[in-house]
């Protein structure tokens, strides 16, 4: 995820308060801003629910059974018609009595496979983890589905609801929109919105442009021939010819990238024998390249197949290269981002929203395949501090990390206001 550090004693979650004359000068759209947030929460208690109740249970990967069933039911219970349009893959759409264009809102829902070590009631027991805060975007979106059935009244245009699966893999996204997720009716702009550990509650975090990085996911199989460690010359060795081609990838980083070009290459896994006297047949290597330009991505990625079938033809083997899954750079639209942003700030005041110009992470998102295809905008929502609570702070994909679920309300607002706005402004 996104590498933020805070200054707490310079950031202040502003108080929700509205001058007459603002109020005289907006008035209509300071009555509905001032009715969502007190409609959202009322529906507190039940969106904690909704997150508790999937928290319990996560699910893994792009099958996510009865996360689905879970998430469709409620959507039928708020008076919605969902399709899944893909394995796990939910659409549900809401439209005004008005025409307009349809803007889009995101969340993903799937976990990790991580064993829970957090002091939560409700943690998970089954080997696996909302670790990234899944769990509360589909609640924070569920919230908003019943938000905008109150006020449906308000919409011009359509608003599509989305629940994807396999955002951690890096599939979902791709898999809506092979699936027409932007379609029928097309889309004229999309939002998503993460929680972030380690940053204040509600404060809210953008950047605009490139914003987080591309990532390729790779595998490198190495073969070589097996033999008894007392007689190498009768072998090829896989182990010998992965620790080289291991140590020379390190240098397309350093030697090939521009020194001011963020991108990263690392190796996570390097698995091979079983046995400390033989020598085996073959090595995986798996790992990731992370890039804010897509074009060095691919450059990357070329050098690394490169350098790995090279450098086993050297030494008498043989390596195969295999991208496993990807997922391009973050894009936000400017104008988009910028736009919604002045609506979150009518929300929680214009403290609490800050936007890092320029900012890159090195953290990736499979969002970012919508934002080739559509204005699209994707930010941050502060989910707690350790100074907030000593169970807060702990980073994302921890076992203990612990999100603040007073932060649910604001997600389910920040989603319905938005969207009623952009569409009001966007015609």
Not at 40 to 56: S, Y
Not at 258 to 269: M, R
Not at 324 to 341: M, R
Request: glycine share 8%; aromatic share 8%.
């Amino acid at each position: 995820m996104l590498n933020i550090s805070w200054n707490n004693n310079n950031v202040t979650i502003k108080t929700i308060k509205y001058e007459s004359i603002e109020l005289c000068k907006y008035c209509t759209r300071g009555d509905i801003m001032k009715e969502i947030l007190e409609s959202a929460k009322l529906l507190k208690n039940e969106i904690i629910r909704f997150r508790r109740t999937i928290h319990e249970n996560p699910e893994v990967g792009d099958h996510l059974p009865e996360t689905t069933k879970f998430v469709m039911g409620k959507l039928k219970e708020f008076g919605y018609d969902p399709k899944e349009i893909c394995d796990s893959g939910i659409v549900a759409t809401i439209k005004g009595e008005k025409p307009g264009k349809t803007f889009l809102l995101r969340a993903d829902m799937d976990s990790l496979p991580v064993s829970e070590e957090s002091s939560c009631e409700f943690k998970s027991h089954n080997g696996n983890m909302h670790a990234c805060g899944h769990d509360l975007h589909t609640a924070m979106l569920l919230g908003a589905a019943k938000l905008l059935k109150q006020y449906e009244d308000q919409i011009e245009g359509t608003i599509k609801l989305v629940f994807q699966p396999d955002e951690e893999g890096f599939t979902g996204a791709k898999k809506m929109l092979d699936a027409g997720v932007l379609e029928n009716p097309k889309v004229d702009a999309a939002m998503a919105m993460h929680v972030h550990s380690g940053s204040p509650s509600n404060m809210v975090l953008y950047s605009t442009g490139p914003s987080m990085a591309g990532c390729i996911r790779f595998r490198i199989t190495v073969n070589g021939v097996g033999c008894h460690g007392a007689m190498p010359e009768t072998g090829v060795d896989p182990i010998n010819i992965a620790a080289h081609v291991y140590l020379s990838l390190q240098e397309i980083i350093s030697r090939e990238i521009a020194p001011a070009e963020p991108a990263v290459l690392t190796i996570g896994k390097f698995s091979g024998g079983d046995a400390p006297n033989i020598i085996p047949d073959k090595v995986i290597m798996e790992g990731t390249i992370r890039n804010v330009s897509k074009e060095v991505g691919e450059f990357i990625f070329k050098r690394l197949n490169e350098v790995a079938t090279m450098t086993a033809k050297m030494f008498r083997g043989e390596a195969k290269v295999e991208e496993l899954s990807s997922v391009p750079p973050l894009n936000n639209n400017k104008e988009l981002a910028d736009e919604i942003a002045s609506y979150i700030k009518e929300l929680l005041g214009e403290k609490a929203v800050y936007c890092f110009e320029g900012g890159k992470g090195m953290g990736s998102e499979d969002f970012a395949s919508y934002s080739y295809k559509v204005p699209s905008m994707y930010f941050m929502l502060g989910a707690g501090t350790k100074e907030e609570n000593p169970e807060y702070g702990y980073p994302m994909h921890h076992p203990k990390v612990t999100f603040n679920e007073d932060i649910l309300v604001t997600g389910a607002a920040i989603h319905t206001y938005s969207a009623i706005m952009w569409l009001k402004n966007n015609k």
